[in-house]
């Protein structure tokens, strides 16, 4: 595709439900990064993933959240149990190579009620 | 742990008048940095990278500095307009296969 894809675009879910969202890179980038941003805060580092290396998993906050990503295609990023303080947008973003320049997405927009 | 820091957090200018955004990192050894703007409740659009081994990066009106050993980029964006209102972002990367780490942003108003 032209650009970073993500979806839905908004989710508003209940506490306590599970959530996916769903981050399409752009053709042939092989890194993918998940970023938090909070209303009126910064970007808040998520995960992760170079091609097949291990993914730096160390912004997750918890054990409710998990990403899986096959090869240097679509990546899902999970939360379960969602709680009120989930309630962000999650950016996704993707480079062609490791060193390259970051295209993000538009965002899913979560709301927790 | 690197640290990012935008300073000022906001800025009004009146239109035509050149802007200039300030980035600090507290670890020098970076590997690239690169600048975004981000339009209120949208995603980021990237505006300049530049590697650890360049001085400079330019795109039309854009205008990029970076000073690894006093840990300083500069945004500069001449003959401002009102559609540059924004915010503005840099993000350093540590080495070639580190996450992205964020400044807190630059909220940019180019007033008329």
């Known amino acids: 595709g032209a650009g970073v894809s993500q979806s839905p675009s908004n989710k508003v879910t209940e506490k306590g439900k599970d959530v ?14 998940w970023y938090r941003q909070r209303l009126g805060q ?5 995960i992760y993933f170079q091609g097949n290396s291990a993914p730096d998993k160390s912004g997750l ?9 096959t090869g240097e295609s679509v990546s899902t990023l999970t939360i ?32 927790v009620v | 742990k690197q640290e990012v820091t935008q300073i000022p957090a906001a800025l009004s200018v009146p ?9 600090s990192f507290t ?13 209120p409740g949208k995603g980021l659009t990237s505006l300049l990278l530049i590697q650890s081994s360049q001085r400079e990066q330019t795109s039309g009106r854009l205008n990029a500095s970076l000073d690894k050993s006093s840990g300083r980029s500069t945004l500069y964006i ?13 993000a350093v990367k540590r080495a070639a296969g580190n996450k992205l780490t964020f ?9 008329p």
């Open chain 2, 15 to 23: 239109e035509g008048e050149n802007l200039v955004l300030n980035c």
């Open chain 2, 103 to 111: 400044g807190g942003g630059t909220r940019v108003l180019v007033k």
């Open chain 1, 42 to 46: 910064g970007l808040e580092f998520l």
């Open chain 2, 27 to 39: 670890d020098s050894a970076i590997y690239n940095l690169q600048w975004f703007r981000q339009d």
């Open chain 1, 61 to 69: 906050p918890s054990d409710r959240f998990s990403a899986e990503r």
């Open chain 2, 78 to 90: 001449a003959a401002s307009q009102p559609g540059d209102s924004a915010t503005y972002l840099c």
């Open chain 1, 80 to 111: 379960q149990r969602t709680q009120q303080e989930d309630s962000a947008v999650y950016l996704c973003a993707s480079s062609s190579t490791q060193a390259t320049e970051a295209f993000f997405g538009q965002g899913t927009r979560l709301t």
């Open chain 1, 20 to 33: 996916e969202l769903r981050c399409d890179p752009i053709s042939g980038h092989t890194a993918l990064y």
